[in-house]
């Protein structure tokens, strides 16, 4: 039980912190009440030798109903960021460790340290502003580190500085969502997972969307039915993401980083079918992917590159086959038994 109240009470304050950071960001609805509030104490706190008026009573309605109307609101939005909401979202990020070896070649000169393999574009890839370039593919062999490099992609500064020149005036949205069949949540190995994810972290840097991307919901106030509140369907969550990243008065530009496509239930190929045909299709939308060198993949985002003039993948144990023997080398001479069997 104390695990549970635990539990719950992080949740509110994650709500909480998002509610209040969100409203901050968009020249927030708290704001809004703060001046609503200033206006009816300018009206209320008169001298004692004035007259209140009526017609200071007709300025105090509509004050006092803007006031009922967005405090509704507030409390919508944040019972769908709620909705939206799971404990474990963050779960895989935080299990996966830094890197042992350095990944700065990525976003450098496009090489690692051994000059033999190819020229890596992923530095183009962020810059470019071809509308069909909007997939970057990350492959490789179990445990050659794709995960570690999404990670250290996602969090690197420069990642985000070249992603704000490609989006240029407008607004800049980065999230991230990472699959895990090892993990204890369903959640974190299924397309509703992601986009439930995806979705909320998109609500919560734009809040101002979510009354026109999920209109009926946001209309009936989360009332809550018998059995609870509404379940979230795939198809509403897409129509959802689809609204809210392809509002053109949104002035916003998304990149989508998504690791483990391997580790979603289900067959490879409804996850390619799924990021192909249902997810928004924009030049303001780019997704980075990572996944092992299934078929599906390969099909789809590999040797073919179609009508993409560079290529838009890598296979990453053709890049680190170095960093990781040297790694290997490192624990192992570390290692007194080791050292023994050397002698």
């Not at 009526?54 to 006092?64: F, H, N, Q, R, Y």
């Not at 810059?127 to 794709?146: E, M, V």
């Not at 989508?256 to 990021?275: H, N, S, T």
């Not at 040797?303 to 990453?316: F, S, W």
């Amino acid at each position: 039980m104390g695990l549970v109240r635990n539990q719950s009470s992080s949740t509110q304050e994650t709500l909480k912190k998002l509610s209040s950071d969100s409203a901050q960001r968009e020249n927030n609805i708290a704001s809004q009440l703060n001046d609503m509030r200033r206006e009816m104490l300018s009206i209320l706190q008169k001298p004692d030798s004035s007259l209140f008026l009526a017609s200071d009573l007709e300025k105090l309605v509509p004050v006092l109903s803007n006031l009922v109307d967005e405090s509704r609101a507030v409390t919508c939005k944040t019972e769908i960021l709620s909705s939206l909401y799971f404990p474990e979202m963050k779960e895989r990020y935080d299990q996966i460790r830094d890197s042992e070896y350095s990944f700065e070649w990525i976003l450098g000169s496009g090489r690692c340290n051994d000059t033999s393999v190819p020229r890596v574009y992923f530095v183009d890839w962020l810059h470019s502003q071809k509308a069909n370039d909007n997939t970057y593919w990350i492959s490789g062999k179990p445990g050659s580190g794709k995960s570690t490099l999404m990670k250290f992609l996602y969090n690197h500064d420069q990642t985000r500085a070249i992603l704000k020149e490609w989006a240029g005036q407008q607004k800049l949205v980065i999230s991230g969502f990472y699959f895990w069949i090892s993990g204890g949540s369903r959640l974190l190995k299924s397309q509703l997972g992601l986009l439930r994810s995806l979705v909320f972290e998109v609500f919560w840097h734009m809040p101002e969307v979510i009354e026109y991307a999920c209109p009926e919901r946001y209309a009936k106030g989360l009332k809550p039915m018998q059995y609870g509140s509404l379940a979230w369907t795939l198809n509403e969550l897409l129509e959802a993401l689809k609204r809210a990243t392809t509002n053109a008065q949104s002035n916003t530009r998304f990149c989508f980083f998504i690791d483990g496509l391997d580790e979603c239930d289900g067959y490879p190929q409804a996850m390619v079918d799924l990021i192909r045909d249902r997810f928004p299709k924009s030049p303001d939308i780019k997704f980075c992917l990572a996944s092992r060198k299934w078929n599906a993949f390969i099909d789809e985002y590999g040797d073919v590159l179609g009508e993409r003039e560079i290529p838009r993948h890598l296979y990453l144990e053709d890049l680190t086959q170095t960093d990781i023997r040297r790694y290997v080398q490192r624990r192992l001479q570390a290692q007194r038994r080791f050292q023994q069997w050397h002698r």
